[in-house]
């Protein structure tokens, strides 16, 4: 057999050798993670800012807004409702805000706090210059931003939804508070359970309240809630029903209904235009949580994660996320 002379020899194996850590580094390479994001703003709600953008997304794209319950962080909320998954197959941006125990010792957004919901102030604003920082930096599409949170989450997101109107183009109220419920700790307590029931023209007020004179277009609004939920009580998506018929000029009653998997009722609410503005999802026998479906890819199942069905899924596609 013929000799391999020795520089050549030592050529093939530096070629070999550059091959496999190219090989291995193009195995190892960064994927999207959910980053912290230090700078977006003067941070008044002094919020922590994460941020997931998918690998390649193009300009012009989504951006949703993801808050977590109580007890939980960004990554929980982020990872356990399956929010990487549809970020990646849609094509769109995920902000998380997270709340910090210098705040509020149970990580609790402060949605029964006027300093903190009130446009231009405290958490809300905080979110707002996250929301503002992402569309800058990514030439995000500025009128497809949306808003999703569960419990405390939830009644942030009713509470953005009022104050910013100009700013979301959807919302989704999971196990959550309508806007304006409560301005303290103790009437926090009384909304969450047993409730607190108002007529849908004074929680129509309540949200119109928030941005005074605003005249634009508004959100439209979905409501999820659990039927066996002891922690805010199912009385409160009724509540929050009539709070965003009122404001977006719907019926009260459903115009059209539908049976989900998972024992869910999805309950359609029109407009004098015949358009879908606010949808009212019940799932039976469940109780204080994001709805998954890890069988399908969906989310983790966990506290406060509960395996009936895929909420994100129903969610982006009330957004036009498909």
């Known amino acids: 057999m013929r000799a391999v002379p020795r520089t050549t020899a030592l050529l093939l194996t530096t070629l070999t050798l550059a091959t496999t850590v190219t090989a291995v580094n193009a195995a190892e390479a960064p994927k999207a993670a959910l980053e912290r994001i230090s700078d977006f703003g003067a941070n008044p709600g002094a919020l922590s800012m994460y941020r997931y953008v998918p690998d390649g997304l193009a300009e012009n794209r989504p951006v949703v807004v993801v808050l977590h319950g109580c007890t939980q962080d960004a990554a929980t909320y982020f990872d356990g409702a399956g929010w990487k998954k549809f970020a990646d197959e849609r094509g769109f941006a995920v902000v998380a805000p997270q709340q910090e125990t210098a705040n509020n010792a149970n990580k609790c957004f402060n949605w029964f706090q006027s300093g903190d919901t009130a446009r231009g102030k405290g958490e809300a604003a905080s979110v707002q210059q996250m929301v503002d920082h992402t569309v800058q930096s990514l030439k995000a599409d500025k009128s497809r931003v949306?808003?999703?949170?569960?419990?405390?989450?939830?009644?942030?997101?009713?509470?953005?939804?009022?104050?910013?109107?100009?700013?979301?183009?959807?919302?989704?109220?999971?196990?959550?508070?309508?806007?304006?419920?409560?301005?303290?700790?103790?009437g926090a307590f009384t909304c969450m359970n047993p409730g607190v029931d108002k007529s849908p023209a004074a929680w129509g007020d309540l949200v119109r309240n928030a941005h005074p004179g605003y005249e634009g277009r508004r959100p439209t609004v979905s409501v999820w809630h659990g039927t066996a939920d002891t922690t805010v009580a199912p009385a409160n998506?009724?509540?929050?029903?009539?709070?965003?018929?009122?404001?977006?000029?719907?019926?009260?009653?459903?115009d059209a209904t539908h049976d989900l998997p998972g024992g869910t009722t999805q309950s359609d609410h029109q407009d004098a235009d015949g358009t879908t503005v606010v949808r009212d999802y019940r799932?039976?026998?469940?109780?204080?949580?994001?709805?998954?479906?890890?069988?399908?890819?969906?989310?983790?199942?966990?506290?406060?994660?509960?395996?009936?069905?895929?909420?994100?899924a129903y969610i982006t596609r009330d957004w036009g996320l498909t």
């Open 146 to 186: 949306y808003v999703t949170g569960l419990s405390a989450g939830g009644g942030m997101t009713s509470a953005l939804l009022a104050s910013y109107p100009d700013t979301y183009a959807g919302g989704a109220v999971v196990a959550g508070i309508p806007h304006g419920c409560a301005t303290s700790v103790v």
């Open 237 to 254: 998506a009724t509540e929050s029903v009539d709070q965003w018929t009122d404001v977006l000029g719907a019926d009260q009653k459903p």
């Open 283 to 312: 799932v039976e026998g469940m109780t204080h949580g994001t709805p998954v479906k890890p069988s399908e890819g969906c989310g983790k199942a966990g506290a406060h994660f509960l395996d009936t069905l895929c909420s994100s």
